[in-house]
């Protein structure tokens, strides 16, 4: 093999402008090109889990380090989390809501922030925690640093599939690992280019909890299956009283092709084969949030029935092709410089000082192929690690965290062509109205359901963690509000009557919850909070808790911004909704009223967008979270075009928050900047991520921990600086960095059912292909003169006082935009 250590080298003398020649990559990779935009490489192994290599197919998840010596294949699948079906409902609460909110209104936030915590909270007032399932371990004899020679992994998102390769002595062993949606397997594949080359031990470790006093005794089997085959059998573990009710079993079988196999001591053992195949099973007992019953030695044993017979190719092809319906839906291809051959990860570490616009078409790339990795439909939806997660004690539980983040995660779905992948996010939605409706009735004393910034597998809906993040109560109907978005797109009316009770339970409860302001003039949301932001002002110092002996902050108040501007919009799509499927209630007119008496965004003293209805101070001016910009993005309250005066506002926020932060922090202001048509901007916060807050594969930190949600908002970051269609109109570059010169985008999607095929020149849109999947009416802004044709023929356009387009479409029809 020629390594890809002289990628570098070999561009000399090519041409690097978008269209450059690709370079030739002699290896496995089954003879490809090498396209920067969909191959992450590195020339050694990952020295930690968070630089570890994922594969998955939404319910499976694994992370390859790509080590010689001892590699590790760490494992996941999505249903297997601590506890079991629980409840956190805390009957009669409600008795306590009048008081607490006299008490915010009166100017005593931390009186009500106590009252709130004794009476309202959940019951326990944690949740369960997503964990990993079991390790695969390869021992190899004599491959060390010394011995190890040509080394390179890669992620080929073309395919899918995670490789490794390098030469011992005279020998090149190359590794595969991915995971298969039709087999719903994971696969290990093992060769040599030098028959009887493969000898190695191999160990199916299951994951002990942590010896802690929250914790139940955890326990797992580790047992070996005739000669070829190795198991472990868990048990989930106990947390806060919550008993756990899943059961797991993982199961491995050996194929091997020549050589010798036999399993001892809980390995197995490989001598002098030509090539292996792992085949690796899992399951767990869970049917649902409410149901443990399934037999998970059963299902593995069905899964492992399947694949009976199947060679590892026929296994890969299928796995191949499954993944490919979805990742090849969209391309997006930007120019290349001599930096987009370099191994990945020092492309992240140089971009800010050496041009690699190419760069961004992999970060996109890789945000699709997470969210395929994580989000099947009939999985559960990608948590706050996708499906990854190595620990029994992960950062933030790796739960489902909705006042930002699980959100995010689903962000590109939509333009991303990724449609199918919001069905997880959508169930858990409509699971959540089941506990969020007694929430609603013992918490608040309000019909419909609520759901506040957290819940589980098991889909609890209560406040939780405190009254600082507790009293979030627009959780649910922020996650209606993507809902009504994925509408927005497919034009799909039974989706929409599917939808519906749903968004009418989450009005009906603010209809109940909200409440008129001291001085009787707008609608406010009380108890409320800005997420995870303290307000500077009266009443807001540090105060001591005698029951914990701890200091603490609090963030209550009435009449948060994000929430205000979360039910502008929840109250506008329940109203297009009834429109749209031809209903005509009270009810309707009763939203539409309180719709008109929800507090307006407001600016402050300071000449900044108010994070609160009341004009407090910022305790933390450059915090983390940018809730009050809800509006501008992703919701659609606040627009440069339609509601300019407060533009200048938004703007000083944005100052003020800084371009740093973690990870999914600065790809929302990536996106918020793009809304604000400045893409050079959001360029310059994009490429600090990529420095400073991203792993080598794209994988998000907060902070330190990993996170996916940034990740996956980058993609929808990307988007938003090239196509915007939240304003009725498709807005193409709208926000497209002088960097980005040149460039096409093809299977992107737009609001009203529209799919696009797109190039750009010299920074102007040069072409674009629009499919029209809904026949709906459309405009498009390309920022020039267009003739649109369909079969060859003109098509009658009307130029609109703004300078787009406008064009009648029928369902299925292509249409031609191009340049005059």
């Known amino acids: 093999m020629k390594t890809l250590i002289a990628l570098a080298f070999l561009t000399t003398g090519f041409s690097l402008g978008l269209f450059a020649q690709k370079v030739d990559i002699p290896s496995q990779i089954d003879e490809k090109k090498f396209d920067p935009a969909t191959l992450l490489w590195y020339d050694s192994p990952a020295k930690q889990w968070e630089e570890a290599l994922p594969v998955g197919n939404g319910r499976l998840g694994a992370m390859a380090f790509g080590k010689y010596g001892e590699e590790t294949v760490q494992l996941n699948e999505d249903t297997y989390w601590s506890g079991g079906p629980y409840s956190t409902v805390v009957k009669g609460g409600a008795e306590a809501l009048p008081e607490i909110q006299r008490l915010i209104f009166e100017g005593e936030p931390i009186k009500g922030h106590k009252l709130f915590g004794r009476k309202l909270m959940g019951y326990p007032v944690e949740q369960q925690k997503y964990q990993p399932l079991a390790n695969l371990v390869l021992m190899f004899d004599n491959q060390t640093e010394e011995t190890v020679a040509d080394y390179k992994r890669w992620l080929d998102l073309e395919t899918g599939i995670t490789s490794v390769e390098y030469t011992v002595g005279t020998v090149t062993f190359h590794r595969e690992v991915l995971t298969s949606e039709p087999d719903q397997v994971v696969l290990v594949h093992m060769t040599a280019d030098k028959p009887g080359s493969l000898t190695f031990k191999a160990q199916l470790r299951g994951v002990r909890n942590m010896s802690h006093s929250n914790y139940g005794t955890d326990y797992f089997t580790m047992d070996m299956v005739g000669q070829n085959g190795l198991t472990v059998n868990g048990k989930s573990t106990d947390y806060l009283g919550v008993e756990g009710k899943l059961k797991h079993r993982t199961e491995l079988k050996a194929l091997h092709e020549g050589g010798r196999i036999k399993t001892e001591n809980d390995y197995i053992i490989v001598e002098n084969a030509d090539a292996v195949t792992f085949v690796i099973a899992a399951a767990t007992n869970f049917v649902n949030y409410k149901d443990v019953s399934a037999d998970q030695v059963a299902r593995v044993k069905n899964y492992l029935k399947q694949v009976e017979g199947k060679s590892y190719k026929e296994m890969r092809d299928a796995a191949v092709v499954d993944y490919q319906k979805y990742f090849e839906r969209v391309k997006l291809e930007l120019p290349t410089t001599e930096q987009s051959f370099k191994p990945t990860d020092k492309r992240m570490l140089e971009n800010v000082d050496n041009s690699d616009p190419n760069l961004a078409a992999l970060c996109y790339n890789f945000g699709r192929y997470a969210l395929i990795g994580s989000s099947r439909e009939g999985t559960q939806p990608a948590n706050l690690q996708g499906i990854w997660n190595d620990k029994v004690n992960p950062a933030w539980d790796s739960k489902y965290t909705t006042n930002i983040n699980t959100e ?59 009254p600082c993040w507790g009293t979030f109560t627009v959780g649910g109907a922020w996650l209606t509000n993507q809902l009504y978005e994925h509408y927005m797109f497919n034009q799909d009316k039974e989706y929409l009557e599917e939808i519906y009770p749903l968004m009418k339970g989450a009005v009906q409860f603010f209809l109940d919850f909200l409440i008129e302001d001291p001085q009787g003039k707008y609608l406010v949301t009380n108890p409320s909070t800005s997420p995870e932001n303290p307000p500077k002002g009266p009443g807001y110092e540090y105060f001591f808790d005698e029951v914990t002996g701890f200091w603490y902050f609090t963030t209550i108040c009435y009449g948060a911004s994000i929430d205000i501007q979360i039910l502008t919009d929840l109250f506008g799509y329940y109203l297009e909704t009834e429109k749209t499927l031809g209903l005509n209630t009270d009810f309707s007119d009763k939203v539409s009223a309180a719709r008109g008496r929800l507090a307006p965004p407001q600016i402050g003293r300071d000449g900044t967008l108010q994070e609160w209805t009341e004009d407090f101070e910022q305790m933390e001016p450059n915090h983390r979270h940018n809730s009050h910009l809800y509006g501008l993005y992703p919701g659609n309250v606040i627009s440069a075009k339609r509601t300019p005066e407060y533009i200048d506002g938004v703007k000083k926020v944005l100052e003020l928050r800084g371009d740093g932060a973690s990870g999914w922090s600065r790809v929302w202001k990536m996106a918020l900047w793009a809304r604000l048509y400045d893409g050079n901007r959001a360029n310059k916060i994009f490429k600090g991520y990529l420095k400073e807050q991203c792993y080598p594969q794209f994988f998000a930190k907060c902070g330190t921990p990993l996170q996916i949600d940034g990740t996956m908002g980058a993609s929808a970051g990307i988007t938003e600086m090239l196509v915007q269609s939240h304003e009725g109109v498709i807005d193409l570059l709208p926000a497209l960095p002088d960097e980005w010169k040149e460039g096409t985008f093809d299977g992107v999607c737009a609001r009203g059912g529209f799919e696009l095929n797109m190039k750009w020149q010299n920074n102007k849109v040069s072409s674009v292909d629009v499919l029209s999947k809904s026949g709906n009416i459309c405009r498009i802004d390309a920022g020039g003169k267009f003739t649109i044709t369909k079969d060859g023929k003109r098509v009658a356009t009307k130029t609109k006082a703004d300078g787009s387009i406008e064009f009648k479409t029928v369902k299925g029809g292509l249409y031609k935009v191009v340049r005059k």
């Open 408 to 466: 995010m995660n689903y962000w590109h779905a939509e333009t991303g062509n990724l449609p199918e992948l919001m069905e997880p996010l959508i169930t858990m939605v409509k699971e959540l109205t089941d506990e969020g409706a007694k929430v609603a009735k013992e918490h608040y004393g309000a019909r419909g359901w609520v759901f506040h910034q957290n819940t589980d597998l098991w889909r609890v809906a209560a406040p939780m963690d405190g």
